[in-house]
Nanobody
C-alpha cells in the first residue's frame, strides 16, 4: 500500500488549501483512511478519519467546520479541503491507513508541509 499526499504549501491566515492522497493498492474493505498532522516538537494529532464502509467521517474538534474530507474511490484518491486556515494548523500532514478510526494509524506515506503564515 502506498499513500502519497500532496497539495501542501504556504498560505496566509484565513486562506485555503486542498490536500490530495493517492492510495495505491489500498484495501478499502479492510482499512479506513484518514489524515494526521505533526508540528515540530509536538505530538501527532489526528485530523480526520473516514469510515470506508459508509463514508462517514470523524473530525478533530480543532478542525470541525473548517476542514472537509472527501473521497473518490474510482480514482483511489481522498482529499482534505482546508478552509479558514490558522497558524496553528501549520504542520506536516500525512495520509494514513487505520484499522479503527479511534485508534492509531497503521501505515502512512510521505507527508506534505502546510505552513500558515502572514
Amino acid at each position: 500500500v502506498q499513500l502519497q499526499a500532496s497539495g501542501g504549501g504556504l498560505v496566509q491566515p484565513g486562506g485555503s488549501l486542498r490536500l490530495s492522497c493517492v492510495a495505491s493498492g489500498f484495501t478499502w474493505n479492510y482499512y479506513n483512511i484518514g489524515w494526521f498532522r505533526q508540528a515540530p516538537g509536538k505530538e501527532r494529532e489526528g485530523v480526520s478519519c473516514m469510515n470506508s464502509s459508509d463514508g462517514s467521517t470523524y473530525d478533530a474538534d480543532s478542525v470541525k467546520g473548517r476542514f472537509t474530507f472527501s473521497r473518490d474511490r474510482r480514482r483511489n484518491t481522498v482529499s482534505l479541503q482546508m478552509n479558514s486556515l490558522k497558524p496553528k494548523d501549520t504542520a506536516v500532514y500525512y495520509c494514513a491507513a487505520y484499522v479503527n478510526c479511534n485508534g492509531p494509524p497503521v501505515g502512512w506515506g510521505q507527508g506534505t508541509q502546510v505552513t500558515v503564515s502572514s
